[in-house]
């Protein structure tokens, strides 16, 4: 009776000769299936780019963020608007018609929200400092008011230099006024515009009693209609952001500017940047492969039928997935990335395969049915064992990795097909060359030939290693900071970590939902407590303490600041003063500079003194050089009509805003306006609480405490650090589990298949020694695994379960270890590992760093597949028959 392998192998021999007997009709029959498969997915195959879907809804952590995006719609799918200027009165300003504008563009966006433009803020903002800022505000208004009043009155540069002249000598005399900030606000716009820089003096930080800073910040929250029918669902939100930013004068490159940050801004770059990458990379790649393949064929017509077959096989995967999921997900889109990987494997070795059969003297039928006899049974074995590692991915939670195992596992069975059926077929067009002589595979063979007589020192590195690497495997490291997946370069990847480094303004925070307004209280107090928390915002900070205390000062500096109004006919009185006049009252405020500074050198007010009176005498100085080459006074005029400005033309709109804020009354909650409350309580009657970080949660550690302390207090706090973190070790878990199903999957299918303990344990030694060393080979780098990088590993399953097998069943054909080094099967091994290295080791130089991550695990992973396939596994068969001689 016939054993099993003999059925087996005259069932694949008959098949391989059919298909070559029939090839126009096989070959017309598959083109019209995968014309018809194309259009098919073309017109059905979607796309999902969200990131939290693609896990299942019965995760505690996504359903908690479900929960919260139903009770705060506005909050999803937004962009940030980083908008900087030199002076908060110019940020304000600025975010303020920004806002106008977008608010009008009813066609992008759905809502803007610009907090502190809100009126009802504007107005009542000094009852939401502390008594001690209002108090520190009022004494600086107290001895600023009359500074105010003159320049009011005459808004000049000579008033304002006259007066603060004054200012200065009243200093001599020893009367107490605080006008260091005033002194380094002045010298910092003289400084400026000595550099042909303009740098308006900020009066609001003035009265407030600050240094005026380099840059101050206004956040704007769009949320814009975004259009998935596009490949790039917010280009247009996006382009009119930026097409209304340069006409305000608010370009990246300017002193006023705006950069666009926030979830959407990250996944439109990160899109851009992963496709521009893939694109490089795919060019590079394409170039490298045909190289090997040439370098293994020498064949222009064995490459083409490499090429049509991958091409063939993937738009039929491309078709299931049509038809069995209905669409891709940024996880399981990766299912190309694999079929490739893995197909161009079994083609290169039936083709391999086949020109080791051919020969001048024998029937090219023979030959063909020889080879599909042999790699229709190992093929097989490859494509089964290989389906069952991707579909153990199957009953994960993980939606994106389960719908990844059910189309690659089923594309490896695709590329069987394919690989069985239309290689045969495609020698009647592209027929392989008989070998003219072993010379074109010398070189290969002497590289493969090289552990020959080393089996003890192989044996001795690949124990050290095996040591080395457990050792190593706890200090395994998975990213969960999505930001680093992205081109580092990108503006939104830039803003947003800057975002990150300010706790007080950063987008990763952790929000806590309640149902009862009177749990808000005590759920802040306890988190409040937390070290890994720098503050805590809820509805109960929307209505501010103390709110009679603070009336009284408020209505103080009503009183000291009287009725000041700057009319426009005001300024033109600049021109009034002659330039002679203007450049004396700069010099008697320089020598009174002088003056003080030598008087009292010690006075807190002296260094800032000191740096003005440093500043006026550049002026000066430069007001000379220009008489000096002028016949008129034009240069000098512009000069200091420009100081001018910089000067005072904030002071306006700093009183204005500050006579608003001055009309201040206490208010109760039900006063705030809906678009304020519904910031903090949601449609549904649900609170929300705000928690921000201490650190800068742009580091993995600092996140895990972050959340992991906050979840103590609230387990069902969510927001994107939480989603980071328990959708990494979501990921984590999910590949665990799958590769834990995979590997008892693909023993038992071993088993099955080759009928032997030694054989099957032959097969996984290299693969579980592969993935050892692979997860050592992480740490050694400082590679970390992330949310991209991960779909790596079942490409290594596959390569790796093939390669073994591969080896082990053309060794159980009776090949001994002397020959089997030499033969089509490891020379299909190296250049079938090569095509892979090359071809996805090119990703490495993508921008894309999740992407360049991802090429750089796959040549780790490809090389050590490579060294314990072909230099490993062939030293254990040896061992292996030697074994069996003794005993026999």
């Known amino acids: ?41 073309v017109n059905n195959l979607g796309v999902h780019t969200d990131t939290t879907d693609m896990l299942s809804e019965e995760v505690p952590f996504r359903a908690n963020h479900i929960r919260y995006i139903k009770s705060f719609p506005q909050y999803e799918d937004t962009l940030l608007l980083a908008l900087n200027a030199p002076t908060p009165e110019q940020a304000h300003q600025a975010a303020k018609k920004l806002t106008a504008f977008l608010q009008n563009e009813h066609s992008y966006f759905s809502d803007i929200y610009f907090f502190t433009g809100e009126p009802f803020l504007e107005k009542n903002g000094l009852l939401f400092k502390s008594l001690d800022e209002l108090g520190r505000i009022t004494d600086y208004l107290a001895a600023a008011q009359p500074l105010i009043a003159r320049i009011a009155d005459s808004p000049t540069l000579y008033t304002f230099a006259s007066v603060l002249t004054e200012a200065t000598e009243e200093l001599r005399n020893g009367r107490k006024l605080d006008l260091e900030s005033v002194f380094s606000g002045v010298s910092a716009t003289v400084d400026a515009r000595l550099a042909g820089q303009s740098r308006a003096l900020s009066w609001q930080a003035l009265l407030g009693g600050e240094a005026q800073k380099d840059t101050y910040q206004e956040l704007i929250i769009a949320k814009p209609k975004l259009d998935y029918s596009q490949i790039f669902a917010a280009e247009e939100p996006i382009s009119i952001i930026r097409t209304a930013a340069e006409n305000m004068g608010l370009a990246s490159d300017t002193f006023e500017k705006l950069r666009i940050t926030g979830e959407v801004a990250l996944a439109h770059d990160e899109l851009n940047s992963a496709m521009h990458g893939a694109q490089d990379a795919g060019i590079l790649a394409l170039v490298m492969v045909a190289a090997v393949l040439l370098l293994a064929f020498r064949s222009a017509g064995a490459i083409l039928t490499v090429i049509i077959s991958l091409l063939l096989g993937l738009l039929l995967t491309a078709a299931f997935a049509t038809i069995a999921v209905g669409h891709l997900n940024l996880i399981s889109i990766a299912f190309a990335v694999l079929y490739i990987g893995l197909g161009v494997d079994y083609a290169i070795h039936f083709l391999l395969r086949l020109e080791e059969l051919r020969s001048p003297d024998q029937p090219f039928s023979e030959a063909l049915s020889q080879t599909g006899g042999d790699m229709g049974q190992s093929l097989l074995a490859c494509a089964i064992t290989t389906a069952i590692g991707f579909y153990a991915f199957m009953p994960t939670t993980y939606r994106g990795v389960a719908e990844l195992g059910l189309i690659s596992g089923t594309g490896m069975l695709i590329s069987f097909l394919i690989t069985i059926t239309l290689i045969p077929a495609l020698q009647k067009v592209f027929p392989t060359k008989i070998r003219k002589s072993p010379d074109s595979t010398q070189s290969i063979n002497h590289i493969l030939d090289l552990p020959r007589h080393s089996r003890k020192m192989v044996y001795g590195f690949t124990i050290a290693a095996v040591i080395a690497s457990i050792v190593a495997l706890p200090k395994i490291k998975f990213d969960y900071n999505l930001l680093n997946l992205n081109n580092p370069q990108a503006e939104s990847v830039q803003t947003f970590q800057e975002l990150l480094g300010d706790a007080d303004d ?42 009679e205390e603070k009336s009284l000062l408020i209505e103080e500096m009503a009183m000291i600041l009287g009725p000041i109004s700057f009319s426009p006919a005001a300024f033109l009185a600049a021109d009034h003063y002659t330039v002679a006049e203007q450049r004396t009252a700069l010099d008697r405020l320089r020598t009174a500079l002088e003056h003080f500074v030598n008087e009292q050198p010690a006075h807190a007010a002296a260094n800032s003194a000191r740096m003005l009176h440093t500043s006026l005498t550049n002026l000066l100085l430069h007001l000379e050089k220009l008489s000096a080459t002028e016949t008129d006074s034009t240069g000098r005029a512009q000069m200091l009509r420009a100081l001018n400005k910089d000067l005072l033309s904030l002071l306006p709109d700093s009183i204005q805003r500050l006579q608003l804020a001055l009309t201040a009354q206490p208010f109760t909650e039900e006063a705030l306006p809906a678009s304020i409350k519904e910031l903090w309580h949601g449609n549904d009657g649900v609170y929300r ?11 993995n550690d600092a996140l895990r405490r972050f959340v ?29 589990h799958a590769f834990s199903l995979a590997l008892l999957g693909v023993i038992v299918a071993l088993w099955i298949m080759l009928r032997s303990v030694t054989s099957t344990l032959l097969v996984l030694i290299p693969l579980l020694l592969s993935a050892l060393f692979t997860g050592a080979g992480t740490v050694l780098l400082n590679l970390p695994f992330n949310f991209a990088n991960i779909i790596a590993l079942p490409l290594l399953l596959g390569i790796g379960i093939d390669s073994s097998l591969h080896m082990v069943h053309r060794s159980r054909s009776g090949i001994v270890y002397e020959s089997l080094l030499h033969t089509s099967t490891a020379r299909a091994i190296f250049y079938s590992a090569l095509t892979t290295l090359v071809g996805f080791g090119s ?33 254990l068969l040896q061992s292996a028959d030697k074994q069996q001689e003794n005993s026999g």
């Open 708 to 736: 992991r302390a906050v979840q103590q207090i609230a387990p069902s706090a969510t927001g994107i650090p939480v989603i980071s973190l328990e959708a990494g070790e979501a990921v984590v878990d999910a590949f665990i």
């Open 506 to 547: 950063s987008p990763w925070h952790i929000n806590i939902l309640v149902n009862d307004f009177q749990e808000i209280d005590p759920i802040v107090k306890r988190v409040s407590t937390l070290p890994e928390v720098k503050s805590v915002v809820s509805l109960l900070d929307m209505v501010p303490q103390q709110q």
């Open 689 to 699: 609480i705000a928690v921000y970080p201490r650190e800068n949660i742009n580091d």
């Open 1 to 41: 009776m016939p054993s099993t392998q003999s059925i087996s192998f005259r069932f694949f021999s008959h098949w391989a000769i059919f298909s070559y007997r029939h090839a126009i009709g096989i070959i017309l029959a598959i083109l019209a299936l995968t014309a018809f498969s194309t259009f098919y997915t």
């Open 843 to 875: 990703l490495v130089f993508s921008t894309h760093q999740g992407t360049s991550s991802m090429g750089l695990l796959l040549t780790i992973g490809l090389l050590i597949t490579i060294v314990c396939v072909l230099i490993i596994l062939p030293v």
